[in-house]
């Protein structure tokens, strides 16, 4: 094949190629998020974070403050662990934002945008890795939490909202840290400031004690923020009780952050490339 030959046909190929369409967005992602999976599957420090990290906190917190809670009648395994999950979902999202910031810096990132693959692929492929790494968390954490007494006593469905809406809570947690990824750029940097819409967010909310437990001019703060309306729905779902309140607002919080969130990386990650 000569020179006139070699360019005529990667002149066809780049005319005929296809990068846009959802199902060419989905066959990329899927591609991608294989090639996260295999990445994560090498480092034990992973492991770690997804297995023992959750378990350690859960235990610590049960056998703290188990008989203060029993005080207030609470059946604290029941209380605790939708709070534990979501901060398992933390760690994960925070994982991904250090596997993206390292992307950018190896130039990885940069080589899958040359590539004639969909645009969305970079993104997509780091969501569908760490939502299956969400998933190995979620079914270990639980598992482990049934030798404590845990028990999904509001029914199968309710199980299954509980795992479609800490699925939906770690999309918007991953698109968040895949902002913070995009502006920092720097993984050690990354890494650094992760524990800043962490901390707060987890500490000063309804998961680990009620709001009545909370100085006075706090609780307003702590009842109305995205952690306590999904710990809450959470609790609801695996115990029962009212769930429309807690599940409206939870919703709200999750798709609204979530819309920002995409917004605001689809304009970094444009700013990026010009």
């Not at 066959?27 to 974070?49: E, M």
């Not at 999904?152 to 895949?178: H, K, M, N």
């Amino acid at each position: 094949m000569n020179t006139d030959e070699i360019h005529a046909r990667a002149k066809k190929l780049v005319t005929t190629r296809q990068e846009l369409g959802i199902r060419r967005a989905f066959a990329d992602s899927l591609i991608i998020g294989q090639r996260n999976l295999i990445l994560l599957s090498r480092f034990p420090t992973v492991a770690v974070s997804v297995v023992l990290i959750p378990i350690i906190f859960l235990s610590g917190f049960l056998i703290t403050f188990e008989k203060l809670m029993a005080t207030q009648e609470i059946n604290y395994i029941q209380y605790l662990l939708p709070i534990i999950t979501l901060q398992a979902m933390f760690f994960t999202a925070m994982g991904a934002a250090a596997n993206l910031s390292y992307d950018m810096q190896s130039g990885m990132f940069q080589r899958c945008r040359a590539m004639p693959i969909s645009p969305l692929a970079t993104f997509g492929g780091l969501l569908i890795a760490y939502l299956v790494r969400a998933l190995i968390s979620i079914t270990i954490l639980v598992s482990f939490a049934h030798l404590y007494g845990f028990r999904f006593q509001a029914g199968f469905l309710s199980a299954i909202g509980f795992l479609v809406l800490t699925l939906l809570f770690t999309t918007t947690t991953i698109a968040g840290y895949a902002v913070l990824a995009l502006a920092l750029k720097q993984p050690d940097l990354v890494q650094s400031l992760s524990i800043v819409p962490y901390a707060p967010l987890l500490l000063l909310s309804t998961g680990f004690s009620p709001a009545e437990n909370f100085p006075q001019w706090l609780q307003p703060i702590v009842l109305h923020q995205p952690v306590s309306y999904t710990a809450e729905a959470l609790r609801v779902l695996v115990s029962g009780g009212e769930l429309l309140n807690p599940l409206f607002w939870s919703l709200t919080w999750l798709l609204g952050l979530l819309l920002i969130f995409v917004f605001v990386s689809i304009q970094l990650n444009q700013r990026r490339s010009q």
